[in-house]
């Protein structure tokens, strides 16, 4: 801490006195102690920490199956054509389906890494200090909002190559052919590698802010000097 002294003027009834009283000046947070640069590389240092972890943590098996805020549902848009099959007693294949889909992300999450990462190193931050100081998630909301577009076209050939690789059409087209047979249904037929890459790139968002709050509020997450810097305001 530096101290400071200034002098205090007292008027009174014989005139004025000048008393030499200090004060003291702090960074407070401490975010004045850091330059932009550094709040930027440590952003980037934490989103990439955690999409390490999201994507170790997706890609293990039921790494989307078995977590209710990852798993991938029946499309929405052939909600229709499930309950039919079900009433046509195809449940358990339904249920293997839906298995393919979220076995196809835990695939394509180990392709992850490199991809997000990338898009995190090169994604342009000029005010590092509005992020830091944003809640909880404002790092990985930010990343999402400027790299979807190009993450989702890199990150897409690796999802169809998962698709292919569990097998997903094999689980699917014996339910649309029933279904499709049916008199008067609606015949549907979604685009499963957009699905299946929408929902997967959500999911490890989702868990990348996760990793982000841990860095924010625990001070045994920022596993790296800059971080401990840079989020040092959070303790």
């Keep these: 801490m530096k101290h400071l002294f200034f002098a205090l003027i007292v008027i009174g009834l014989n005139g004025c006195t000048l008393l030499n009283l200090p004060t003291t000046t702090t960074s407070g947070s401490g975010i004045d102690l850091l330059t932009n640069q550094e709040v930027i590389r440590g952003l980037k240092e934490a989103l990439t920490v955690g999409t ?16 209710p805020q990852l798993f991938i549902p029946w499309p929405a848009e052939a909600i229709a054509m499930k309950e039919k099959l079900i009433q046509l007693g195809f449940q358990s294949k339904v249920n293997e389906f839906e298995t393919s889909l979220n076995r196809a992300a835990e695939e394509a999450a180990k392709e992850a890494a490199p991809i997000f990462i990338d898009a995190i190193t090169t994604m342009n931050v000029t005010d590092g200090f509005t992020i830091l100081r944003g809640n909880d998630t404002a790092a990985t909301h930010y990343l999402r909002e400027k790299t ?5 076209s890199k990150f897409s050939p690796k999802v169809k190559a998962a698709i292919d690789k569990v097998n997903v059409t094999a689980y699917w087209t014996p339910l649309a052919n029933v279904y499709n047979a049916i008199p008067t249904v609606k015949k549907v037929n979604p685009d499963l590698n957009e699905y299946v890459t929408n929902k997967a790139i959500n999911g490890l968002m989702l868990l990348i802010g996760k990793e982000e709050t841990k860095i924010r509020t625990n001070v045994n997450a920022r596993v790296t000097d800059l971080l401990k810097k840079v989020f040092a305001n959070r303790s």
């Design 52 to 67: 390490n972890n999201s994507t170790a943590m997706a890609a293990r098996t039921d790494g989307f199956l078995k977590n």
């Design 148 to 152: 979807y577009a190009p993450l989702k």
